[in-house]
């Protein structure tokens, strides 16, 4: 009996081990190579740097403009997060709890949104913003990242709302308290687990986000990350700069990683109580 347990367990870890080797080595051999002067990389490019030297970091940072786009990202996923908060949690509530007519079709019509693909929208998108004299502009862009990740939000926070029993918002409403104070004051520390798994999500989709960046900003000092390493990674063909490429990269996913093991238990704990809808 123990050896057949023995055997499923292996059976079951011996693949999620290589596949976890299989994702993490191309991560590991970035970082190594964003310490490793360019001979380095072509000479020897499996091995560890014989100094660990932060110059290509600094160059990254300075020479490929890196340092301005971090700040970019940083700006339109805070702000974009906080918008599409902002607008998925009173919309999630009102869905939820207050049932109105209506409020079914147009959850079902947020959740067909999620089906739609964002493409059909950039070109209608481009026209508009030019119109407002908007192209460009890193507020618009976060305003636009808000908005596509409402129906996602949505969605998920409806499901939080669903396990959170009733009498303690009737209580609360017998006590006097009106339904924005419910919502902020009774319902949003409640389902703080949800809250912070939709918004860790939408942070991660808008840091990593490209193609809107790349149609909707055109100067280099509005570029975000994405951007800028699409740019570094074609000026690093002609200029050899190789172990500069390897850093921005690095700078690119470390707070991704930070944000995850920070996270992490929070992320797994709401996506497993969001599963299930009280």
């Given at each position: 009996?123990?050896?057949?347990?023995i055997?499923?367990k292996?059976?079951?870890?011996?693949p999620?081990?290589i596949?976890?080797?299989?994702?993490?080595y191309?991560?590991?051999?970035m970082f190594?190579?964003?310490?490793?002067?360019?001979g380095?990389?072509?000479?020897s490019p499996?091995?560890?740097p014989?100094?660990?030297?932060?110059?290509n970091?600094?160059?990254a940072?300075?020479?490929?403009?890196?340092g301005?786009s971090?700040l970019n990202?940083?700006?339109?996923?805070?702000?974009g997060?906080i918008l599409?908060?902002c607008?998925?949690?009173?919309?999630?509530?009102?869905?939820e709890r207050?049932q109105?007519?209506?409020?079914k079709?147009?959850?079902?019509l947020?959740?067909?949104?999620?089906?739609?693909p964002m493409?059909l929208?950039?070109?209608?998108?481009?026209?508009?913003?030019?119109?407002f004299?908007m192209i460009?502009?890193l507020?618009a862009?976060?305003?636009i990242?808000?908005?596509t990740?409402?129906?996602f939000?949505?969605?998920i926070?409806?499901?939080?709302?669903?396990?959170?029993?009733?009498?303690?918002?009737?209580s609360a409403?017998i006590?006097g308290?009106?339904p924005?104070?419910?919502?902020f004051?009774i319902?949003t520390?409640l389902?703080m687990?949800?809250?912070?798994t939709?918004?860790i999500?939408?942070?991660v989709n808008f840091?990593n986000e490209?193609f809107m960046?790349?149609?909707?900003?055109?100067t280099d000092?509005h570029?975000?990350l994405g951007?800028a390493?699409d740019?570094?990674n074609q000026?690093?063909q002609y200029?050899n700069?190789?172990g500069?490429?390897?850093?921005?990269?690095s700078i690119?996913?470390?707070p991704i990683?930070i944000?995850?093991?920070?996270?992490q238990?929070q992320i797994?704990?709401?996506?497993?109580e969001?599963?299930?809808?009280g």
């Amino acid at each position: 009996m123990k050896l057949g347990r023995i055997l499923m367990k292996t059976v079951i870890r011996v693949p999620l081990i290589i596949w976890a080797l299989a994702v993490l080595y191309p991560i590991i051999w970035m970082f190594l190579g964003a310490f490793k002067s360019n001979g380095e990389i072509f000479a020897s490019p499996w091995s560890l740097p014989k100094v660990f030297n932060f110059h290509n970091f600094v160059s990254a940072w300075t020479d490929f403009n890196i340092g301005t786009s971090f700040l970019n990202s940083i700006f339109v996923t805070v702000l974009g997060t906080i918008l599409s908060l902002c607008f998925a949690l009173p919309t999630s509530y009102a869905i939820e709890r207050l049932q109105f007519r209506g409020s079914k079709v147009l959850f079902n019509l947020y959740l067909s949104a999620m089906m739609i693909p964002m493409v059909l929208g950039w070109i209608p998108l481009f026209f508009l913003l030019l119109k407002f004299h908007m192209i460009d502009n890193l507020w618009a862009l976060s305003l636009i990242y808000a908005v596509t990740q409402i129906p996602f939000s949505v969605f998920i926070l409806t499901s939080f709302l669903g396990t959170i029993p009733k009498q303690l918002e009737e209580s609360a409403a017998i006590d006097g308290l009106s339904p924005y104070g419910i919502l902020f004051r009774i319902v949003t520390p409640l389902m703080m687990t949800g809250i912070i798994t939709v918004s860790i999500m939408n942070a991660v989709n808008f840091w990593n986000e490209y193609f809107m960046a790349m149609i909707f900003l055109q100067t280099d000092e509005h570029h975000t990350l994405g951007v800028a390493m699409d740019l570094m990674n074609q000026q690093a063909q002609y200029t050899n700069a190789w172990g500069a490429l390897f850093a921005g990269l690095s700078i690119a996913i470390i707070p991704i990683i930070i944000v995850y093991a920070i996270f992490q238990r929070q992320i797994t704990k709401g996506m497993t109580e969001g599963a299930v809808k009280g």
